[in-house]
T-cell receptor, first 111, second 111 residues
Framework: DVKVTQSSRYLVKRTGEKVFLECVQD?????MFWYRQDPGLGLRLIYF???????EKGDIPEGYSVSREKKERFSLILESASTNQTSMYLC??????????FGPGTRLTVL | GENVEQHPSTLSVQEGDSAVIKCTYS??????FPWYKQELGKRPQLIID?????GEKKDQRIAVTLNKTAKHFSLHITETQPEDSAVYFC??????????FGAGTTVTVRA
């Protein structure tokens, strides 16, 4: 079974804090993704990575950065958290051209 | 970029009836169309997918149809059961890596 894990299920941070969300997959997948999920907006792609140290912007990259130093790990960084970044964050991984496997999600609240 | 529209946003059906969710996409280069189901509090999971070289695919009570000329695809669930209650997302892939998701349809199956 593919396993995608995320570092926290719930996180509460203050405005201006630096926030790290981590995602780890155990299936040697090339591709990894970060989405945010908001009611009525579906899943919106923030960043994705198709190889170690490679990254590309998704549809809503503003205010976020990512890091992929190892194949199994993909981190999402909020340099200075803001209240409009309160959301559910989902990580996913996939081999090329195939099903994306999602992690359990991190519900981030920025106060 | 790819734009996926999904309708309806909510759908209530009587147990045993059929449910149909429709999606349209904008990028004619898209050639992979998955459907994900997300139960309350859980991660999205792939339930069926179709590639552009086929027009229809079926898996037990679930079927997906694709019309590339009209750029739309649909999910059909027959003989609905309470466990079909969930949020369903369609997606389209215009590249090797990325998926663009619809906004989601909340399906409620009434007993």
């Amino acid at each position: 079974d593919v396993k995608v894990t995320q570092s926290s299920r719930y996180l509460v941070k203050r405005t201006g804090e630096k926030v790290f969300l981590e995602c780890v997959q155990d299936m040697d997948h090339e591709n990894m993704f970060w989405y945010r999920q908001d009611p009525g907006l579906g899943l919106r792609l923030i960043y994705f990575s198709y190889d170690v140290k490679m990254k590309e912007k998704g549809d809503i990259p503003e205010g976020y950065s990512v890091s992929r130093e190892k194949k199994e790990r993909f981190s999402l960084i909020l340099e200075s958290a803001s209240t409009n970044q309160t959301s559910m964050y989902l990580c996913a991984s996939s081999p090329r051209w195939a099903e994306q496997f999602f992690g359990p999600g991190t519900r981030l609240t920025v106060l | 970029g790819e734009n996926v529209e999904q309708h309806p946003s909510t759908l209530s059906v009587q147990e045993g009836d059929s449910a149909v969710i429709k999606c349209t996409y904008s990028d004619s280069a898209s050639n992979y169309f998955p459907w994900y189901k997300q139960e309350l509090g859980k991660r999205p999971q792939l339930i069926i997918d179709i590639r552009s070289n086929v027009g229809e695919k079926k898996d037990q009570r679930i079927a997906v149809t694709l019309n590339k000329t009209a750029k739309h695809f649909s999910l059909h669930i027959t003989e609905t059961q309470p466990e079909d209650s969930a949020v369903y997302f369609c997606a389209a892939s215009p590249s090797d890596y990325k998926l663009s998701f619809g906004a989601g349809t909340t399906v409620t199956v009434r007993a």
